[in-house]
């Protein structure tokens, strides 16, 4: 039986193009969007086997609903020139795909998909549509499913009748109405001002279409009934916008259409022109097309040698030869991982070696050449490699590449920087994902050795591959110096802190859990006392009735489920009865009890008597640290009892003290740097108090008759200028109205011209390029910059304001890392540094290192980076981490 496949093409690239990391070829094209469509296309052809695919496309800007209305679609942005110049290279691998596409001056790509489907469904044929445009649904039927995107295009959800009837409550055709009440920014629909999806569904579950809601205003009440009214003429036109036309003049045949599969010698050269070696694989087509050349395939061949221990001889040969390793380890915490295996790259060749084997006497030279730091060693991750490796009694030194570093610096955005997914990305061999080899989870077991041996040795592979493509890339982006002068070495530098760990005083910690529980037991015994019965003060449920029924309060926030106690409702209620301030201190307490007593006991080791932290380098798109197993950077030292936690960490030696020194507002100098504000600089220049120079400048006062209100109201807008603060977010932050935080931010902006001016420059940047840069070129890309989706584009121009300060500042602690490292070494000095927080650096010091520490310690921080502004470190030191702040 025919099944039709009709794509909307622009709205798919579109997608593809924002969902996807920027890809260029040899030649410079970008094909990301391509790439993306492509492998979207190729797994819907598998998945639903069509007779028939088309493609269609919108034929020029101007369509026949501009007649009627001259603004349609007037908001959107301009298309990027690097989406652009997809479109012809999409057009010409469908044609090598042997797959029809079609456009028409004056219609959209949905008319003729809406034609076309109109047409199948008087004949009986099953049609599925693939959009990302909700629109779309109104096409459906019991012939035409419509395919929605999600997750950009990794995942489509199947919409028939039923499906829209159950999620909307609504019949396909009512998708128009729907449209018609709350209108489509994207396409500059207007629709009725006010009207959302929610109070639309409403409307029509109620009166069925805009054309009976119209009618039937006399039953609505309020300013709803007056919008409804004003705005009558704008829903009827909106409905009309957003209804496609079905009619469209084609002199398509279904045979024109018709599909027979891929054909490798037209596929396979149209892949190999856009360099898409993954998909060539994937689909074991040869570049030539079959006319002799050499079958991609061939490319994932892969010579494996298992090494035995009367082999380690000729290995050990070949060692100073070795272009990557791989070191395979199981378990998230890399203290306690298990290592699997190694796999060396050299040439052709991948030699794989057993762990059992490296741990043999017989392989001592390999292991001296693992803890040699003259040897160079490229892998993927070998900040894990070296925690893994060295708790089995094994060194590691050397690391000189990083695949999976370079790879979250070229895209720190991308959250997935697998080996498996930077070979899709780079169009490498294609690597089996884990869990097939392994399994997953408790069904975790290890394969046979040959099986476990290509794994292992196809990383090897992909890594040898993947170093000069990412030297090249970061070349291009002039990132080298961050990545080999950075990066890299804190790499090694995080290792060396984590494998030092810092102490913990176990009996405190238990003490200071007993005084947490006393604590807890009180004021659970208050809040039973207040409520006048005892409840499960940890169930939302439970606590609403309580708080709002029973005691009345006022509703703040309803969830699906009810009524909603959450940490911002909680703070709104605390005014009007006592009872919600025992609630807001019982569950700060039971946190701290829970997370940092109780989750700290659990990560002591028994070997050191330490916690050994985990610092992630790839995780945070701004290049901050981030610490996991435990998680020693979000300790809320806001409270005292939180702070009471930092006293339970304390030297490892006896007679040392823990010296702690952080930077004093980083981001605001880095602010002042960068936007080159004459009075912001001025204030930093003559160490006057930013918080109180800026009320003084706001609220034209002198220094002396600013109040704490004032300089509080200042210190808030100071740190939400870094974050992209909204006057909604000043507004919650100070309890005023959006209307007074409005009025305080253009305050601000017109005392402190250099930063608007900075402000608006790096979003216009940030559009044209697509990304924007700290001082030190770490890159974050912006994908959403350009959206017609007023929320996602506000939130990437919040993005571009925040990220050059908030990174150049993360680049500034890892610097002074990297030089209080190398400072440590020049002086030999027995101190060590152990953790970083945010913008501070933790040490342990002997007692006649403790003046030498104290002068060289703020002396590096400051001078990790020389800006316009003087950087300022303020250290502390005590017998524990509380007493050193």
Do not use: C
């Amino acid at each position: 039986m025919d099944k039709l496949m009709l794509i909307d093409g622009n709205s798919i690239i579109y997608r593809a193009f924002f969902a996807m990391p920027p890809l260029t070829n040899s030649s410079g094209l970008h094909t990301n969007a391509v790439y993306g469509f492509t492998t979207m296309l190729l797994r819907l052809l598998e998945e639903h086997k069509p007779t028939h695919v088309m493609v269609a496309f919108d034929a020029g800007k101007i369509t026949f609903r501009h007649e009627g209305y001259q603004e349609y679609k007037g908001g959107r942005q301009k298309t990027p020139p690097e989406l652009s110049e997809q479109f012809p290279l999409l057009k010409e691998l469908l044609t090598g795909l042997g797959i029809a596409q079609f456009e028409l001056e004056g219609y959209e790509a949905d008319d003729i998909i809406g034609t076309l489907t109109r047409m199948a469904d008087e004949e009986s044929r099953k049609v599925l549509v693939i959009t990302g445009d909700k629109d779309m649904l109104q096409l459906a039927s019991e012939q035409v499913q419509v395919g929605l995107t999600r997750k950009g295009v990794t995942e489509i959800e199947l919409y028939d009748p039923a499906h829209i009837q159950e999620k909307y409550g609504l019949t396909p055709l009512q998708i128009i109405d729907l449209k018609g009440l709350m209108g489509d920014a994207s396409d500059n629909i207007p629709g009725i001002p006010g009207v959302g999806e929610k109070t639309a569904l409403k409307l029509l579950h109620q009166f069925g279409s805009v054309e009976d809601v119209l009618d039937n205003t006399g039953e609505l009440k309020g300013k709803m009934k007056e919008k409804i009214e004003t705005h009558a003429e704008d829903a009827r036109m909106s409905k009309k916008l957003a209804t496609i036309y079905r009619e469209v003049p084609l002199d398509k045949t279904w045979e024109s259409i018709a599909w027979s599969g891929l054909k490798e010698e037209t596929a396979g050269p149209a892949l190999a022109k856009l360099e898409f070696k993954s998909l060539l694989e994937r689909l074991s087509f040869s570049a030539g097309g079959g006319s002799g050349a050499v079958p991609a395939a061939a490319e994932a061949e892969i010579n494996v040698v298992i090494i035995k221990a009367e082999m380690l001889a000729e290995l050990e040969e070949l060692m100073p030869k070795v272009e990557a390793l791989h070191v395979e380890t199981y378990g998230e915490n890399p203290h306690r991982a298990s290592v699997i295996g190694m796999a060396l790259t050299v040439g052709d060749t991948q030699y794989y070696v057993p762990f059992e084997l490296l741990q043999e006497k017989a392989a001592s030279p390999l292991k001296d050449w693992l803890g040699n730091h003259e040897a160079v060693k490229r892998g993927y991750d070998l900040h894990r490699v070296d925690l893994a490796l060295h708790w089995h009694g094994i060194a590691f030194q050397g690391a000189a590449f990083d695949v999976q570093l370079a790879g979250y610096l070229l895209d720190p955005t991308d959250s997935n920087q697998t080996l498996t997914a930077l070979a899709a990305k780079y169009q490498l061999p294609s690597i089996q994902p884990d869990e097939e080899i392994f399994g997953k989870g408790a069904k975790y077991k290890l394969p046979a050795e040959d099986v476990l041996a290509a794994h292992l040795a196809r990383k090897a592979q992909v890594i040898a591959a993947l170093i000069p493509a990412q030297e090249e890339e970061l070349e291009r982006n002039e990132m080298q110096k961050l990545f080999h002068e950075l990066e890299m070495p804190l790499s090694r530098i995080l290792a060396d802190m984590e494998k030092q760990g810092i102490k913990v005083n176990t009996d405190d910690l238990k003490a200071l859990g007993q005084e947490f529980e006393q604590q807890i037991s009180k004021l659970v015994l208050e809040i039973y006392s207040i409520a006048g019965t005892e409840f499960n003060i940890n169930s939302t449920k439970q606590l609403g009735e309580i708080l709002f029924d029973k005691l009345g309060l006022p509703v703040i926030k309803k969830t699906k489920t009810g009524y909603s106690t959450d940490a911002e409702v909680l703070e709104k209620l605390a005014p009007y009865h006592e009872i919600v301030q025992h609630i807001l201190q019982y569950r700060q307490l039971a946190k701290l009890q829970s997370t940092y007593v109780e989750g700290l006991l659990k990560e002591i080791s028994a070997q050191t008597g330490k916690v050994h932290t985990y610092f992630r380098q790839t995780i945070a798109a701004t290049g901050r640290l981030s610490s996991q197993f435990p998680n020693l950077q979000n300790i809320p030292i806001r409270l005292e009892e939180g702070r009471k936690i930092r006293k339970v960490f304390v030297p490892s030696e006896e007679g040392w003290s823990i010296l702690a020194a952080d930077y004093s507002q980083i981001e605001l100098r880095v602010l002042a740097h960068i936007s080159d504000d004459a009075r912001l600089k001025e204030a930093f220049v003559h160490d006057m108090d930013i918080h109180t120079k800026t009320a003084s400048d706001v609220f034209g006062v002198p220094a002396e008759a600013v109040d704490s209100d004032m300089r509080r109201s200042a210190k808030a807008v100071n740190f939400g200028i870094v974050y992209g603060i909204s006057d909604y977010g000043l507004s919650q932050n100070l309890n005023i109205t959006r209307k007074e935080a409005a009025k305080f931010i253009d305050q601000y902006f017109e005392v402190f011209q250099g930063v608007r001016k900075y402000m608006d420059d790096i979003v216009q940047e940030a559009k044209r390029d697509g990304y924007v840069t700290t001082l030190l070129e770490r890159r974050r890309y912006l994908p959403e910059i350009n959206a017609s989706n007023f929320n996602l584009r506000s939130f990437a121009e919040r993005t571009a304001m925040n990220t050059p300060i908030q990174g150049t500042a993360a680049d500034i602690i890892k610097l002074a890392m990297v030089q209080m490292d190398e400072a440590l070494r020049t002086h030999n000095l027995r101190s060590r540094m152990l953790l970083q927080v945010h913008d501070e650096l933790v040490f342990e010091v002997p007692e006649d290192e403790l003046e030498t520490m104290k002068k060289l310690v703020p002396a590096t921080m400051e001078a990790a980076l020389q800006l316009s502004v003087p950087l300022k470190a303020e250290v502390s030191y005590g017998s524990n981490w509380y007493e050193a702040k």
